[in-house]
């Protein structure tokens, strides 16, 4: 990993920390509207994934899509804005949470679908092979997804037709409240790609070097029409399934376990071991994220609300 990219993944790991910490305390304070799932403790992966694409490159993510929309180049006060429900937001205030998208730099959207952005991310893949317009899609999901028909078709369809996407499941161990073990035999779900005819590799999702390591693979390989590969990142929500959910089906100890092995405590060590980056640089980093934090919640204070003419204007079903 070269000096930029390290400063590009610490900013980023630090701009979604900071995002969710303040979008659970607008919630709690009853200033924003609706609920939250959280990305709190998942930052390695959305950073070291998308630390690897361009701009016109293609992602799809999924109702805790904070953390994506952030790594793929999402702006802050856009994302402010859709959450305050505010005429500047990305989608002018009707998608919230769950429907950020920006098409212009390669988001296809958040989705409150369980599994719904793999047949699409599939289909995005299927565009560029047959445009040859030299794009890669990452499809982001998770755990429970992977029970979902619609993730064994897309990824069937994936690797049969040798489409350039990389299919990354971030296994967080829960569905709600469902133990992916209690409804899933095999713990690693990267295997399932064997039944596809397509690579795949399992790595530790909490630390950002051995995620961008495998994701560099995966997406150099589908940008040179070699196919798909699937990821499985092994990692760990901080909070409940969304905002205000007790999260009564975890215990305090494995809790404490993965609270050890925090991704950006994790991160920080090894810039600061491998000499990518030293501690005024991560410090300034930090007080910039911050500083366009604190300007994104003004904006999408500030904003104005959608105008009633326009409730039914973008609405296609
Ligand atoms: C098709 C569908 N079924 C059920 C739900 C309700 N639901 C929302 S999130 C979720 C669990 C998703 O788990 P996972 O895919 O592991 O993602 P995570 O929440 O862990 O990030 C469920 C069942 C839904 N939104 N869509």
């Known amino acids: 990993m070269d000096k930029s990219t390290a400063e590009w993944i610490w900013q980023t790991m630090v701009k979604i920390r900071l995002f969710e910490e303040e979008v659970e305390r607008l919630l709690q304070s009853g200033e924003l509207p609706g609920f939250a799932h959280f990305y709190l403790g998942q930052e390695a992966c959305a950073s070291g994934v998308c630390a690897n694409l361009a701009q016109s490159d293609y992602i799809t993510s999924t109702h805790r899509g904070h953390g994506h929309c952030i790594a793929k180049g999402g702006r802050l006060d856009k994302m402010m804005a859709e959450l305050y429900a505010k005429e500047t937001g990305y989608n002018k205030g009707k998608g919230g949470s769950m429907h950020i998208a920006s098409p212009e730099i390669g988001i296809l959207g958040a989705n409150g679908?369980?599994?719904?952005?793999?047949?699409?991310?599939?289909?995005?893949?299927?565009?560029?092979?047959?445009?040859?317009?030299?794009?890669?899609?990452?499809?982001?999901?998770?755990?429970?997804?992977?029970?979902?028909?619609?993730?064994?078709?897309?990824m069937n369809f994936g690797a049969a037709f040798q489409l350039p996407i990389v299919y990354v499941c971030e296994n967080n161990q829960f569905g709600v409240g469902t133990r992916i073990s209690e409804v899933t035999r095999e713990p690693d779900l990267g295997k399932r790609a064997i039944g596809y005819g397509m690579p795949f590799e399992i790595a530790d999702g909490q630390d950002v070097f051995a995620v961008h390591d495998v994701a560099r693979k995966a997406i150099a390989n589908a940008r040179a029409g070699g196919g798909p590969t699937m990821l499985e990142l092994k990692t760990w929500r901080y909070r409940a399934h969304f905002s205000g959910e007790p999260a009564v089906y975890r215990t305090k100890e494995?809790?404490?376990?993965?609270?050890?092995?925090?991704?950006?405590?994790?991160?920080?060590?090894?810039?600061?071991?491998?000499?990518?980056?030293?501690?005024?640089?991560?410090?300034?980093?930090?007080?910039?994220?911050?500083?366009?934090?604190?300007?994104?919640?003004?904006?999408?204070?500030?904003?104005?609300?959608?105008?009633?003419?326009?409730?039914?204007?973008?609405?296609?079903?």
């Open 113 to 154: 679908i369980v599994g719904g952005g793999i047949p699409l991310a599939t289909g995005a893949a299927l565009s560029s092979k047959l445009k040859k317009d030299g794009k890669v899609t990452v499809c982001f999901f998770g755990d429970g997804a992977t029970n979902q028909g619609s993730c064994h078709e897309s």
């Open 254 to 317: 494995e809790e404490a376990e993965w609270l050890k092995r925090d991704p950006l405590e994790i991160a920080k060590k090894q810039f600061l071991d491998k000499k990518l980056l030293d501690k005024t640089q991560m410090k300034e980093i930090q007080a910039a994220a911050q500083a366009e934090l604190e300007a994104a919640v003004e904006f999408g204070r500030t904003s104005p609300e959608p105008a009633l003419e326009s409730a039914l204007a973008d609405v296609y079903a």
